[in-house]
């Protein structure tokens, strides 16, 4: 590689001193990515008898592994390596600690080796940080071997070190996911490509283009069509899907034979343009449901009076018929920062009659603050409204000194239905709940609302999910990650076994699906008290005279 010209150090007080210079130097060579000109400057500064810092043998280990996975020959690429082996002892004779960028840059450097061992060279120092430098590794940390281990088709050491990224508590993403899959394709492990697509599955939304071509890859192989199970349960299939929250049932490949891969699009209302099947609106698990209620309930008692919580808890207990909670204060005050503005208790009816008519004559529940309630009571309009919410059983006040937040959070998810708010969710009473799956509670549970010329405009939680999801039937659709303005054009990969049929003539009976509904602790379709409209392919369809 030709070096280029390191510029000449203007003298400065601040930095005029040797290894000020040799620091600016060397920024100049990182950022030109000029290899020989750094290795040039190190060679200099080790004849000088230089003083270097971390700072200095950490951008030189980063330029080094920035330009080996640039090569081309072995040979240029073995030196390098060996090269970033000698700063790095270098680094540990000068007693300077190696922090997490160090080992980062050493793993990459590693990794490059063309002899073979770089990989596992990699791991070990990935897998020793902690105990002989006490660095954490990072997700980037463990990057270098994994894709190294994939490349050589060492199925068995990507495994190991995916274990140790859990373990330490490290996330893949998308890349390792794929990576894995890939490998595990390659060497024949079915059962390890079932758990990476769901480990895709949970991780990551839509999957990018190379993603998607391995898993064309997959499910066109000879050992794709000969994995799976030609009988199965179709009662512990339907109990597993509603279990996971819908979208997935995890018991394995079903089905025998060939598969088809398809791109198809999605419509509106959730139906496949292929296979005509209906896609889920996926929700949590209902263990991690319960394990979301439990946290918000212990947060709400560490900092309201538990008493007062407690006696909200039995309350519900006992008041378990509501599909939908209303954020009473936020629906009031929308839009109510003007001269006149105030607490706008009509809006608050007129979100709560609207989901009344759609839910065929069935009350919400609105949370309200007690302090805003006797504030309300002086008014003839606001005391007719409240009396009448009372005695339908349709307004819970909370007590003096309480965050109402607390309240229509936990029974939005102790019920399992849905919220209206406008809240985004983001203050620190959310913060504080910490948990991954968040969003897509929000995702399935959460009506927002508008008020427009003083008209309502409900917008209901979408019809189905861009998610990957699995069948009952064993069929697969996988969402692409394109840049959509309108999900409609989005493309999806349409998966299943040659001969199938999941159209809209497959007979499943009213009871069959009822059954599966009446089990779950969340209503079955996105919105399925207010979406009138929705057609279930999964079922007979049920006129309905409220339609929007």
Known sequence: MAATAVPKMKTKKRNGSREGQFRYELDTCSKNGDLSG?????????????????????????????????LDDESSKQSTADTGSRVFDAMIVAGIMPNEATITSMARIAASRPDGSGADLAFDLVRNMREKYAATPRLRTYGPALFAFCRQLEAEKAYALENHMVSSAVVPEEPEIAALMDVSAKVGREEKVYEYLHMLRNNVRCVSSSTARILEDWFNSKSAAEAGSSSWSTERVKDAIVINGRGWHGLGWLGGGRWEVNQTSVGADGHCAM??????????????????????????????????????????????????????????????????????????NDVASELFRRNKN????????????????????????LDAWRSEGALYMTPTGSNDDWYWIYAAVKLGCLVVTNDEMRDHIFE????????????????????????????????????????????????????????KQRTWLCIRRQGSNHGPLEDLTDSSFQTISESSIIPP??????????????????DRSDDL
């Open 38 to 70: 750094a290795l040039e400057l190190y060679e200099t500064a080790v004849a000088e008898g230089l003083r270097l810092s971390a700072y200095h043998f950490n951008s030189l280990l980063h330029i080094l592994s920035s330009s080996v996975e640039n």
């Open 275 to 348: 296979c005509f099947q209906r896609l889920d609106c996926v929700d949590i698990a209902q263990k991690e449901t319960k394990e979301f209620a439990d946290s918000v309930a212990n947060l709400a008692m560490e900092r309201e009076t538990i008493s007062n919580f407690k006696r909200f808890q039995e309350w519900l207990e006992d008041n378990k018929g509501y599909d939908a909670i209303i954020d009473g204060a936020n629906v009031a005050l929308y839009q109510q920062n003007f001269a006149d503005g105030g607490f706008s208790l009509s809006q608050l």
């Open 525 to 542: 379709e996105c919105g399925n008290i207010f979406n009138n409209n929705t057609r279930h392919v999964t079922g007979k369809r049920k």
């Open 362 to 385: 069935k009350w919400p529940l609105i949370i309200l603050h007690n302090k805003r309630i006797q504030a309300l009571m002086g008014d003839p309009y606001n005391r007719q409204l």
């Open 432 to 487: 504080l709940l910490g948990r991954s799956f968040f969003p897509r509670w929000k995702e399935r549970h959460q009506v927002r609302y508008t008020f427009v010329k003083g008209k309502l405009t409900l917008v209901m939680p979408p019809p189905y999910s861009v998610v990957i999801q699995e069948s009952e039937t064993g069929s697969w659709h996988v969402p692409l990650d394109e840049m959509c303005d309108d999900e």
